[in-house]
């Protein structure tokens, strides 16, 4: 393995270091965006069940929040149970939006290093073309340094695309992950409202 950074020369190094963040992004969204934590299922109607008990006491807002992203949003639903169907919406809309934001976390950095891999890869190639003209001369050509330069062009452009597509791939991933869940959210908002304005009691 060090051979081969040895042989891709100083380029390739921004490109490893990209390639770890990226998989520790990789790996964070898949422990962050499991539906279990996001969005449980049943959860809406353990809350409801809970709110025929009970009411929404504070101890049960306090409970519902720490619930995971949908327990957020139901608890600004339950603290806002009395009030007008459009304040209430507003609240969850509100929440939602934080929540919503929170989901998307790191995925902008991750699409940054998919597009942007290839291009660091794309640097390290025109360096290595460099160094292949460099070992050019009038008298003789110098065979050690040419094929470094290959070396450098080559392992550069194989780097920047392993980078790269996995993180793409990954990125488009999370954003479909996200999507789904937030619309899953939103059905079991609406739940809630529906509930609580006597349409569905």
Known sequence: MWSIIEAAGWPIWPLIIAS????????E?????RSSVVA?????DKVLVEYRERGATPELLRATAQRGPLGRILAAGLANVKAPR???REAIEEVGRVVTHDLERFLTTLGTIAAMAPLLGLL????GMIEIFGSQSAAASNPIALAHG????LYNTAM???VAIPSMIFYRYFRGKVDALIIEMEQ????????AHDDRK
């Not at 290959?150 to 062009?153: C, E, F, K, L, P």
């Not at 079991?188 to 509930?195: G, P, R, S, T």
């Open 20 to 27: 770890v963040v990226a998989l520790a992004l990789i790996i």
């Open 86 to 88: 459009p304040v209430m």
């Open 124 to 127: 390290g190639t025109v360096i």
């Open 40 to 44: 449980p299922p049943g959860l809406v």
């Open 160 to 162: 920047g695309l392993i």
């Open 188 to 195: 079991q908002a609406i739940k809630l409202v529906d509930f």
């Open 29 to 33: 969204r898949f422990w962050s965006l």
């Open 150 to 153: 290959i070396s450098v062009a």
